[in-house]
């Protein structure tokens, strides 16, 4: 009874979360928009985004977002500034029925040189919720989960504790590899 062991995996993405989700984040507007803010330890490549989607309530597979990246703000840091990319495509939540908490990826539509802090999100076309997962082990939300309930809203920071569950994938010095 005097040692403890733990197994740290080191990865391309970021993560706040544990990988598990017991509850779910969504928002419920047209236009609605989320964003995670990253801060990079070095400059990098964003290849694509792992998401979380969980059948909480309701399936809105059908719903349509699409992924975007924004730099910090220059006058308030720590909220999503300018726009950096959004992507072309619109995606559908996926939602794995083979499994508990798995990820979803979601390529970029071309890689995208980061550096210093990105916020990484989504903007739903719709009002229907996109759960996305949500840890509620671990709350990294604080200072660093931001929404918005449409065009013409500011960025609000957002109360709710624990950490979603999205994941920016970096290419961290390798060659893109997908399986």
Partial sequence: NDSIGFNQVFSNYYAYDDGTAEKAYALDAIGGQLAVRFPLAKADTL?????????????????TFVLKVWGDDD????????????????HNPIYFT???????????????PVSGTI????????????NIGLDKTTNSNAGNLHYKLGPGFNWTLSGIEGSLMIRPVLRAGTDFVQD
């Fill in 75 to 90: 006058l308030l840091p720590g909220t999503p500034g300018e726009l950096l990319i959004a992507s072309n495509q619109f």
């Fill in 98 to 112: 083979e499994g508990y908490d798995m990820f979803a990826y979601y390529p970029m539509d071309n890689p995208v």
């Fill in 47 to 63: 290849d694509g985004v792992l998401i979380h989607f969980t059948p909480f309530y309701e399936n809105a597979s059908d719903e």
């Fill in 119 to 130: 916020h990484v999100g989504i903007i739903q076309q719709d009002i229907d919720r996109l």
